[in-house]
């Protein structure tokens, strides 16, 4: 079940996306998105007798996370070495904050503060429950879904200011969508599902999830062994190799097998 937020004009409403995808992850012209009551997280999947057609309404970000993004770097070793890094001995953690989160379509800020802004496509996990030190073999217990992620780095801020805060957490820096697809489990990435970003339609970015150095229940466990997870919040499983810079007016897609395409476009402030 694909979940989207969406937006007619007035107040947020969750839905239930139907229709067909395409071979690059876009819906067909027929789809339909079946209103809900209410938050699905926390009400359950209620649909109402109400349903528009997909092109007729806005996407939402799928969720705005309540406390935080949790973010894993070097989690595919190519990108590792493509960054002159090593694979680090166990996941490497960061935060971006909830600010940072936008929807399909939404426009990404160029930041004035940088010259080089990358984009780096990415599989996320929605955790759909409150939750702290998951085992492993119970992290699907805890994940509301998938969607997909674009993690936008200011890279030369990266190195220069050591860390990574400002360089990750910039407004619109963030892009999460188009909707939350609710039943995959963690196996079906560890088969294997390809990550790819074009920019203005030429492809940058040709992963698998097959190669996440961390599968998803282990990056839950050590997540969630350090800090608390709370339903909406986000996990960012990191960035096949590949990344590279944007410019304003750039377009970026980030498509994940059987799970869609997020769209957004690079604006200056
Ligand atoms: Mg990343």
Not at 157 to 175: E, H, M, N, T, V
């Amino acid at each position: 079940m694909r979940i989207a937020r969406f937006t007619t004009g007035d107040d947020p409403l969750y839905g239930v996306v139907t229709g067909d995808l395409d071979e690059h992850g876009e819906l067909s012209d027929d789809a339909t998105i079946i209103t809900l009551a209410g938050d699905p997280m926390y009400a359950g999947v209620k649909p109402l007798d109400e349903q528009h057609r997909v092109a007729d309404v806005r996407l939402l970000a799928p969720v705005i996370p309540r406390s935080k993004v949790v973010a894993i770097g070097r989690n595919y070793a190519a990108h590792a070495a493509e960054m002159d890094n090593e694979v680090p001995p166990e996941p490497l953690m960061f935060l971006k904050p909830n600010t940072s989160v936008i929807g399909p379509g939404d426009p990404i800020f160029y930041p004035r503060q940088s010259q080089r802004v990358d984009f780096e496509g990415e599989l996320a996990v929605v955790i759909g429950r409150i939750c702290r030190d998951v085992p492993a073999e119970q992290a699907t217990d805890v994940i509301f879904g998938y969607t997909i992620a674009n993690d936008v780095t200011a890279r030369d801020l990266q190195k220069s200011d050591g860390q990574w805060s400002r360089a990750k957490g910039f407004d619109s820096f963030c892009p999460l969508g188009p909707w939350i697809e609710t039943d995959l489990d963690p196996h079906d990435f560890v088969e294997g599902r390809s990550v790819r970003t074009f920019l203005n339609g030429d492809l940058k970015q040709d992963g698998s999830t097959k190669d996440l150095i961390f599968d998803i229940p282990t990056l839950v466990a050590h997540i969630t062994a350090a800090m608390t997870l709370l339903p909406g919040d986000v996990i960012l499983t990191g960035t096949p190799e590949g990344v590279g810079p944007m410019q304003v007016d750039d377009e970026v897609e980030v498509s994940i097998a059987g799970l869609g395409t997020l769209t957004n476009r690079v604006t200056s402030r």
